[in-house]
């Protein structure tokens, strides 16, 4: 039992070492623990850049990028109401400059409308040197966080030369970094001074054994002096004197002050960018081979432009197959993680304009299973979602959000 | 009347056996020290959470009904034991400043150097004035009822304007993204918090509309009413957990 015990303390200790000897460094922040049907039928994130990946503390990084989002919005997720479009980081090793939605500044959470589409431009402001991940990504209330493609950002300098002044109503210049804060010390110094002046001076004197047998006694009164009285009362009476003199004194010095904001923006979607109509897309059918890390998606496709069109990219939770065999142009996306030639259409030629054809895509790479995307099809709601990108031959892009049931070969 | 007023109160022992029960005083207060730091503050981070936590959820209604609500319990337990047993009148003071060396602790170490949140975007609220006065009125009062009513209500009453002259100043209005936020609320846009989105703020959220903007004292004198209930019942916690009966069941 004893050498048990031993082995077993032992063995603690060894981990304990390994774990504080050789830590690793964790270099992602939770992008795909989301079920994947959230991912793929929520925030449909496309064409998302970033104006530069090495900046020095004080440069500003521009984050720009569309999103659509799906009308096939899973049952088992809030419709969204509140949501915030964020950015994952390692704490504020940037900060958030300005946001913009649709072209409007926003600085609040926002409803969005099922079926909608969105721009959005995030400018943050390096403050931290250091190597970092980010991701705009968007809270969903009561879903969780759907991120967008993530990238790495070096930052060099040094993080006592970050500034970040703001004008204030009143005209006065603040500078956010060290703002009310001496004040803020200060005001706790001083209570706390007192209460340590009331505790010592409670602790000065002998205190539990002698007072607990002094009451038994029946001594009690005696350990509470005629001072302590005096003291008593000058607290009842000073502290709130104090508080509301300093309370009188913060208002004139603060004549102009409003309560916390907490209005939600408004942010209206733009034209439609995404099921537009010209080029229709219904899926018909979708099987996921599991062996291969396939998914066959039979759809038919309803060309009502003048022009020709082909199938280029099948993008879905930031995962992008590429049908790149067919020399198409590519959604005008910097990030996400691509399989370039991982999308084929058993009918390469084109859709000719009038023509309604149906089609079978086939999106095959590790990434279903990499991506932790494979799982769909143990989910409650085993439903694929995504955007599927068709090009005319002037490259001009037609989009389309498609969704379907997944039929699971085991075999 | 002076000299008597500067007497030391008596006590029993003398010598050897003085010497021990403040050996044992020392042992005690260290371990108290500790003890009240972890678990007020744990209680503290659980109940008040963000309210406590951020710039802007420092709102006028929730901030001051929570926060007094949630930090009369300990004070109240604690008192029950250091005044039934000791006649001590510190319970509250030495929660609080308790409370308060764990939280300048972690908004120090985890906040900002951890996070790199910068320390006026975390300052932590005080009820180091509503704790004196709780620990006088049970000093003079030797009443857990008067103490319950007016200490209670005292304690909550003070909350605000004791606050008010640390986070005013935050609240000043500034024009940003077409719109106007005070600088608390700037600090939530700027300053990203990934898991804590704006949507999540429960601020200035609620019915108290009638009264046009006078929300605080409202909500103020909501929480003084509940305090006064909250401190008997904590107060009889601590005194029913306050027992060996346990350590002999062992």
């Known amino acids: 039992m004893l050498n048990a015990a031993k082995k077993l303390l032992g063995a603690f200790c060894l981990s304990l070492c390994a774990l504080t000897i050789a830590p690793t460094i964790a270099n992602a922040h939770g992008e795909k623990a989301l079920e994947p049907f959230i991912r793929m039928r929520t925030i449909q994130w496309y064409d998302v850049q970033w104006s530069q990946d090495k900046l020095t503390v004080n440069d500003e990084l521009v984050i720009t990028g569309k999103f659509h989002v799906a009308e096939d919005w899973p049952r088992g997720v809030p419709k969204p109401d509140a949501t915030y479009l964020n950015v994952s980081s390692p704490g504020p090793v940037f900060i958030r400059v300005e946001r913009y939605l649709n072209g409007q500044a926003s600085v609040s959470s926002t409803a969005l409308k099922l079926g909608g589409d969105y721009d959005f431009k995030i400018v943050m402001k390096a403050r931290m040197p250091g190597r970092y991940h980010l991701h705009p990504f968007f809270n969903l209330h009561d879903a969780g966080s759907v991120m967008g493609p993530g990238h790495w950002f070096e930052v060099e300098g040094d993080s006592a030369a970050f500034a970040n002044q703001v004008k204030t109503l009143n005209g006065e210049m603040v500078e956010m970094e060290t703002y009310g804060l001496a004040n803020g010390v200060a005001w706790h110094a001083f209570w706390i001074a007192l209460g340590a002046a009331w505790l010592l001076w409670w602790v000065q004197r002998p205190m539990f054994i002698p007072r607990y047998r002094m009451l038994q006694l029946g001594q009690g009164d005696a350990l509470i002096t005629p001072l302590d009285r005096l003291l008593g009362v000058a607290i009842l009476l000073g502290v709130p004197l104090v508080v509301l003199g300093a309370q009188s004194m913060t208002d004139r010095a603060y004549p102009n002050v409003i309560p916390l904001q907490a209005a939600m923006d408004q942010i209206e979607p733009l034209s439609p960018a995404v099921n537009v109509g010209i080029v229709r897309v219904k899926i018909q059918r979708a099987d996921y081979l599991v062996p291969a890390r396939a998914m066959t998606l039979q759809a038919q496709v309803e060309n009502n432009s003048d022009q020709p069109v082909r199938i280029g990219e099948f993008a879905t939770a930031n995962v992008r197959f590429l049908n790149l065999a067919a020399g198409l142009p590519t959604s005008d996306d910097a990030g996400g993680v691509i399989a370039k030639e991982g999308l084929s259409v058993d009918a390469p030629d084109p859709i000719q304009p009038g023509e309604t054809r149906v089609v079978r895509i086939t999106a095959a790479d590790s990434l279903w299973q990499r991506e932790r995307l494979d799982g769909l099809i143990r989910d409650a709601d085993s439903r694929l979602g995504g955007l599927l990108f068709l090009y005319d031959p002037s490259s001009k892009r037609h989009i389309a959000s498609v969704s379907t049931a997944v039929i699971p070969k085991f075999d | ?250």
């Open chain 2, 1 to 250: 009347m002076a000299i008597k007023a500067l007497e030391a109160p008596s006590q029993p022992y003398t010598g050897e056996k003085a010497r021990l029960t403040r050996a044992y005083d020392y042992l005690i207060l260290v371990l108290a020290l500790f003890l009240f730091i972890g678990a007020f503050h744990l209680h503290v981070a659980l109940t008040v959470g963000d309210w406590d936590f951020w710039q802007d959820w420092k709102d006028r209604q929730w901030w001051p009904l929570v926060t007094p609500l949630m930090m009369i319990t300990f004070p109240a337990a604690v008192q029950a034991v250091l005044w039934t047993n000791f006649r001590l009148p510190l319970g509250a003071t030495l929660c609080m400043s308790c409370l308060l060396i764990g939280t300048w602790v972690t908004r120090i170490f985890a906040y900002h150097l951890w996070n790199y949140f910068p320390i006026n975007a975390v300052l932590p609220a005080t009820m180091l004035p509503s704790a004196l006065v709780l620990d006088a009125v049970l000093m003079l009062s030797n009443s857990v009822t008067v103490t319950s009513i007016f200490g209670g209500m005292a304690f909550a009453l003070l909350f605000y304007p004791s606050n008010w002259p640390i986070f005013g100043m935050f609240h000043v209005p500034v024009e940003y993204g077409a719109t106007q936020l005070t600088l608390a609320d700037l600090f939530g846009f700027q300053y990203i918090r990934a898991g804590t989105p704006e949507y999540l703020r429960l601020i200035e959220r609620g019915t108290l509309r009638t009264y046009g903007q006078y929300a605080t004292p409202l909500s103020a004198f909501c929480s003084a009413l509940l305090c006064s209930l909250m401190y008997p019942l904590w107060w009889y916690l601590g005194k029913a957990f306050a027992t060996t009966k346990f350590v002999k069941n062992i």
